[in-house]
């Protein structure tokens, strides 16, 4: 397991208070801190086998602190990101964010909340185009619920060696991020390239 020593620094200046050190980490990793709160929450779900009351409120916890700091980045981007992009005659692009966030805002969302993408980007761009709060809070819990409790379930099936899968992959989030987004547009271009093709009626002659 190779861990990047900054981010061993950030997961021990939360650790030490149980839950509420978890809560606050994936409260302010929603927002703008960088490391992910399942590098806490793991351990936590190892120490609690055994207890399920426990490892369910530790999945409680982590998913919903997780959402109501994308509450706040939500509304962080609300509130200073079209200012941002004004001040520096972005406004062309604001509104592709609009549309974006429109059009895929809830998917985008529940991708987001479920997968390496970051979480808090889509945050900050839902706020900026001012999607609708109720189907963004609800993307998001059914994202977060999900993903940490597919961490939690995989971690009472098959213990240490998920453990080590889910390491692996969370030491290459943002590569993996990368690899997603990537894959993501390339799909959205060819789905927009099929829907555009045309016949030409004289094909059979």
Do not use: C
């Not at 950030?10 to 590098?39: H, R, Y």
């Not at 490892?55 to 941002?84: D, E, H, P, Q, T």
């Amino acid at each position: 397991m190779v861990w990047m020593s900054w981010k061993e620094t950030i997961v021990e200046w939360f650790d030490g208070f149980g839950w509420i050190s978890l809560a606050a980490m994936s409260f302010t990793e929603a927002i703008i801190q960088p490391v992910p709160p399942d590098l806490l929450f793991l351990p936590m779900l190892v120490a609690a086998q055994g207890d399920t009351a426990l490892i369910f409120w530790l999945w409680a916890v982590i998913s919903v602190s997780s959402v109501m700091g994308s509450i706040v980045g939500y509304w962080v981007g609300r509130k200073w990101g079209r200012s941002l992009f004004t001040r520096f005659k972005a406004e062309r692009h604001l509104e592709k964010i609009e549309a974006l966030t429109i059009r895929y805002g809830t998917i985008g969302t529940f991708i987001a909340a479920f997968s390496p993408i970051p979480y808090k980007v889509f945050g900050w761009a839902a706020g900026m185009g001012e999607m609708k709060m109720k189907p963004f809070v609800i993307a998001g819990l059914l994202g977060r619920g999900l993903r940490f409790g597919l961490e939690a379930l995989l971690i009472g099936i098959y213990g240490q060696k998920a453990l080590d899968a889910i390491w692996w992959l969370l030491d290459r989030e943002v590569l993996i991020g990368a690899v997603l987004i990537v894959a993501i547009v390339v799909s959205w271009l060819g789905i927009r390239w099929w829907n555009g093709l045309t016949v030409d009626p004289n094909i059979h002659e």
